[in-house]
């Protein structure tokens, strides 16, 4: 496992180019199984979930070719299902969230489909009872093997149907978009999730042939068609990037241009940075977070703290809050952070807690933070990255620490942040990989 060495306190100043979206691109790669024509995808990060997931793909036996950094062809033109029985496969899709969406694009093609328990961040309890609802409704009958952890699906043919989803899961909605486009007849999916990932799903599909219709809100229709065709897509700058940058410039003072963010789809993100009191600015396609030394938290018109909670699209995504979270510590004002869709995703807190920060746990969902106004700088510690999110919250925090900072299982960042320390080397951030 490597370890990040970061030297704290050192001003960052210059621009940063935001990545393609993690979560897209993990989408949008499941859904060239839907066909045996080529596809590319333009955008794609090369980061080790997004990596992994093509490894299960080359196993399938999909070719896979990179045309140049970030631009991959994909063709699923002779696939091996049977490599779903192996090992390998089986150890490779239990390491990534996202392996999950294999199983609606197998069943729509092939009429089967099977995944291991997936993986992902471990930041508590992340069922995926949505998606095999939704895939029952379209008719495939479902089998979970409780004692290898094993889910599986079967249907020798697809037929569209109204369901209502009892939650308004991404990777959910995306397994059942899916599956539904191949289906004989109309799909009615109510309560989908509409994050820019499956917008940008639903558009693909629809340039690969797809009729579909409702793209952004919460009520999809499917039309099924017999085959999809190839084509070309290119993925969004990842918010959560965009998102990560707006935080680190805040918290380390900095001057940084956030470069072609796609602001139209970032939905309110620069507006809750706004509302801790950080000057975020737009010109053109850009964000320009400058004038950081001191930001003011905004209470609420009656007066009361206010709070930060995530919420399904167009909410606040939950992936974010880690970094609100350490924002808040240098504001000046108090935020209650609450993260609701997951109950594992703040414990890291006791790391701030020990570089200096206040934060009062109130449960596993629930974290107030007391803004220092910057009068007591953090201090480096060693530390762990537990998840993702919390892996880049707490190597802001080191970048603006007084001292010097190891953050170990560095792994974690690396799922979704692609060769993170060159580039805020690039600005000045002093951060080693060892
Ligand atoms: C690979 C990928 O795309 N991962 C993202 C995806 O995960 P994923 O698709 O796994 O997450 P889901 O949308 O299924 O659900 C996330 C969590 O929120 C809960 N929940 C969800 C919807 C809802 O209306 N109410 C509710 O409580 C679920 O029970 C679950 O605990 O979406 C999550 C929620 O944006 C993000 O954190 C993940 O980064
Ligand atoms: C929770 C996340 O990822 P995953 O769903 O892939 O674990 C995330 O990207 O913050």
Redesign the pocket.
Known sequence: MATFLVEGGNPLKGTLNPQGA??EA??VICATLLTNEDVIIENIPEIS?VLQLMEIFKGLGVEVERLRKGVYRFNAGSVDVDYLKTELYAKQAASL??S??IIGPLLARFGQGFIPQPG??K??????D?HFTGLQKLGASFLFDAQNHWYSVKASKLRGAYMLLD??????T?NIVMAAVLAEGVTTIY?A?C?P?VQQLCKMLVSMGARISGIGSNLLSVEGVSSLKGCSHRILPDM?EVGSFIGLAAMTASEITIKDVGIEHLGIIPESFRRLGIKVEQQADDLVVKDTEHYEIENYIDGSIMTIS?A??PGL???LLSVFLVVATQAKGSVLIHQ???ESRLFFVDKLIDMGAQIILCDPHRATVIGLNREHVLRGTKMTSPDIRAGIALLIAALSAKGKSAIDNIDQIDRGYENIETRLNQIGAKITRI
């Open positions: 993690k979560n993990l989408e979930d969230r996202g999950v969406m992902g961040d930041i508590g309890r992340r069922r995926i949505t939650e308004a899961s991404v990777t959910g995306a309560n999730a994050e990932y959560i995530d399904p699209w995504t939950p992936d609701k869709m997951f």
